[in-house]
């Protein structure tokens, strides 16, 4: 700080002024001139001051205290850059005073904006362009110091922007999201997304998969190459249920009887469709009933909301009744020679055993044999009546009657 130094005493006849301002730092001047003294920091100094008459005699000292104040140098720094818009600048402050002062501080942000008096302000610039920024710094004392700086460095932010194929989706189902992100004056450095069903990427086009109903919000925040984030781009996408059924197993049925098929589903509220609907009570139902007729093989299909289908088979076979006929004529005429017994074939585990009026065994079969010629140990059996025993051992009742062979 420099202060000017003056005698007050204007009085004629004075031809000498000394001056002692303090650790020993004296002056005697023969003219009434101000004198300058520059202190690099803060103290407090008793100034003396005495002046001589051409006579020699001295005046009494006149003495001040003089206290020196540090002053503040004011300084701050700016961001690299701020990204646009609502461009967000921190201002740090960086000004120091040696005393250890307690500081007040103006700020004028250059663009028309209210000063602020926090230490380290946050201002939003409303548009790109260059401001001068001037803070201002004043100490108890009253001392103050003057920093400016220009900001320009504004940086436009990316744009988020994305689009997905559907946004109705049933359960187990990927989706291929299409990204149109951009980054006006510069590039996209990353992408972070987040499918709101628990899974994220940061692939530019990742594929996800939904594997549970409702309603998700798939979100992307994109970065270019500055650092500036976008906002974030959102859709919803709906999940709907995904049918799973199973038709239950194949299996073997008598012809005429009835047998309920034992489906299942995840869900009894879908819509179900037996195809084809023979021999069926009702095809629009999970379990419906079957009046057996002939093989077939059934396909059911479930469907819920938003078209979401599944599928799933069953084979029914259906065996035929066995047709015994009563007589045959073994005769070798190459009609009737044989005791034919129709759809035997059907039962391979069956028992068929043929007697004689005594009681005897003349064949025994089952239902992978050939069937009977009338002969016992290759010679031919008399015209006659032969009674019969069938064992189908399925369950069913055992067929007994009379075999007439005719010559």
Known sequence: TNFLFKEDN???????????????????????????RTYSKPDTLLVKHVVKNADGCSSDTALARLVVYA???????????????????????????????????????????????????????????????TLTVTGNSGCSSVATKTFSNFIDKPVAAFSIPTDRLCEGNSITVSNQSNAPGSTVASWYWNFGNGSISTQRQPTVTYDTKGNFI????????????????????????????????????????QVTFSATSNDSTFTFLWSPATGLDNPNILQPTLQASSDMVYTLTATGENN?????????????????????????????????????????????VVYDRYGGVVFKGNGLSRPWDGKKQGKDLPVGAYPYIIDLRDGTPIERGVLTILR
């Open 218 to 257: 798939i979100k992307l925040s994109v970065v270019n190459a500055e650092g500036c984030v976008s906002d974030t781009a959102t859709q919803t996408i709906q999940v709907f249920a995904q049918p799973v059924i199973d038709a239950g197993p194949s299996f073997v049925v008598k012809e005429g009887m």
């Open 10 to 36: 204007t009085q004629a006849g004075i031809t000498s002024w000394f001056w002692d301002f303090g650790k020993m730092d004296t002056i005697t001047v023969f003219n009434n001139n101000a004198i300058s």
């Open 71 to 133: 002053k503040p140098e004011a300084s701050f720094s700016l961001p690299s850059f701020v990204c646009m818009p609502s461009g967000t600048v921190s201002f740090t402050n960086t000004s120091v005073v040696a005393d250890g002062a307690v500081l007040k501080y103006d700020w004028q942000f250059g663009d028309g904006t209210p000063n602020s008096a926090d230490k380290d302000p946050i201002h939003v610039y409303a548009q790109s362009g260059s401001y001068p920024v």
């Open 308 to 352: 979401c289908t599944a599928s799933d088979q069953l084979t029914v076979s259906v065996q035929k009744g066995i047709f015994i006929p009563n007589a045959f004529t073994p005769n070798g005429d190459g009609l009737n020679d044989t005791w034919n017994i129709k759809y035997i074939d059907l039962y391979p585990e069956s028992s068929i």
